[in-house]
């Protein structure tokens, strides 16, 4: 039986969604605290030409909905959860061209409810947004 | 020049995001609530086969990004504005094969901010989630 | 023993928070929608002279909570529940000498958990904050 | 005419609800991130004996809107401002007899609009809460 933790902590193409947007999740770091980053190229274009939100939502609640299964597994990337609730706040635009990463950040949580905070930072450092989630375990 | 209403008061493929997940957005109601609407494909499935829930964000903050430019634009569709902040809460899931829409309502606002609530219901009449946003007009 | 359900559906100083402020809550009509109303005071004022933006989240809270424990004990106000997230978008402000109700509406849940939305109204009708939260059943 | 910046950086009972609830603001220290403090006592408490759900917005609402002001104003804490939107994830619960303080940190802005979060912690470190809000400069 294949090990739920991927080799070399990053998860690719996992769903037909991530297939989609082309992000690539790293859940391998020391820290627990789980990345999303994306190429943010011309498919990931709104209106004014800049990442669409809708996609630093997403970014935003895959890095803290896979910083949350940490939590709840103890370094299992893989506990079934469901995101209950979001919150994110756009700070600045992200340019076609840059590279964005999503951090998650565990401010609190119990058995089968994590509270979680979320900054995506393009990679001259700009802060684009930030969330809070808060994600629920559920029966695989 | 152009107008910039679309005839049929449906707006599809305008920018790259919209084209990669395929939604439309309708902004011809009389009743000035901005509709967006995605027939549920594998490519838009998150980890348990279900509507991802970054899909979900961003058929919302369409649906209510485009009714807050109706609002500021009395009836014109395409007022430039950016979300602010934006809170999801996630229902119950969308199953692929589904159709989904999200509408957007004006809470309230004033000349530049607009506060606006959504809901998005799947072909059956079930809530799958509802959302509230806070839009900034922009200089275009 | 005694019942827990207020003969005539009214909670008033129940808590010390209760107390200090002053509202009552009205957990007894046929929709199981819990209400929270204040006479708003001049204890109750902000820096600009109108009801403090902390008090309309108390009672957005007030008003969803009892809400989402109508839901989980089917017509029981009383059963026990933390919240565990809140959003709440203050739309215009509501004036000392006028009174104001906020209550809460149901948008999903399960056994455990309650997603509730809520909106606090003066006494000329207007809408002074709409609230989205998300309330978790504990043991008591 | 007297200065706007309290000499010591202490806000005390300047308005209705700070003085009902007794929370005190600090705006004097040297990062620009305002303080809302609080000993927690039994005129606080929520329907199980801890500090009130409403009271924690409160003391979140102030520190970020204090430290929006701190922003807009470049250190002056009396800018007129309103609070658009805020969310409040509550972690862990406050003890009567604790004492709390909330402390805002920009994450963004313009001339007109501040991003701020927040979080609220006991005297003995614990995280009691985190927020985000949005908040809007208005003439004075």
Chains 1, 2, 3, 4 share one sequence.
Do not use: C, W
């Not at 769903?15 to 980053?37: E, F, H, N, S, W």
């Not at 630093?56 to 370094?75: H, P, Q």
Request: charged share 15%; no cysteine; hydrophobic share 45%.
């Amino acid at each position: 039986m294949p090990s739920l933790r991927p080799e070399n902590g990053i998860i690719a193409g996992q769903t037909g969604a991530q297939r989609l947007i082309g992000y690539k999740i790293d859940v391998g770091q020391p820290d627990r605290r789980a990345r999303a980053v994306l190429e943010v190229g011309p498919d990931h274009a709104n209106r004014i030409g800049a990442l669409h939100g809708g996609i630093i939502a997403m970014l935003l609640d895959a890095a803290m909905g896979f910083t949350a299964s940490l939590y709840f597994g103890e370094g299992e990337p893989e506990v079934p959860l469901v995101t209950v609730s979001m919150t994110t706040n756009f700070v600045s635009i992200a340019k076609i061209g840059s590279t964005v990463t999503a951090t998650g950040l565990v401010a609190g949580g119990g058995r089968s409810i994590a509270q979680v905070t979320g900054e995506l930072v393009d990679d001259g450092g700009a802060v684009i947004a930030t969330a809070t989630g808060v994600f629920r375990r559920i029966k695989g």
